[in-house]
């Protein structure tokens, strides 16, 4: 059974960082693409960032890009979001999310992002 557990989130002030972890278990990734969605309150849940397996291939929402990093360590099984420069209109609660292509099939349980003016 597939799981994808994100960790990381929490309140941070507008300006600071944090470091999202989402860790992938329960079948080969390899074939996979690794993404993050957001969901801010009363929006729909809008992509934010993807990376294949090997990592070799990175892809940005341009409202995220230059502030935001997304990695792999797949020695671990693990997909980092690096979230720097942080605003208000960063709140939300962050999803991982795999599946084969562009095409997201697992999803975790989600992670919450507050960031205070």
């Known amino acids: 059974q597939v799981q994808l557990v994100e960790s990381g989130g929490g309140l941070v002030q507008a300006g600071g960082s944090l470091r999202l972890s989402c860790a992938a278990s329960g079948r080969t990734f390899s074939s996979y693409r690794m993404g993050w969605f957001r969901q801010a309150p009363g929006k729909g849940r809008e992509f934010v960032a993807a990376?294949?397996?090997?990592?070799?291939?990175?892809y940005y929402a341009d409202s995220v890009k230059g502030r935001f990093t997304i990695s792999m360590d797949t020695a671990k099984n693990t997909m980092y979001l690096q979230l720097n420069s942080l605003n208000p209109e960063d709140t939300a609660v962050y999803y991982c999310a795999a599946g084969p292509g562009n095409t997201y099939v697992h999803w975790g349980q989600g992670t919450q992002v507050t960031v205070s003016s």
């Open positions: 990376i294949s397996w090997s990592g070799g291939n990175t």
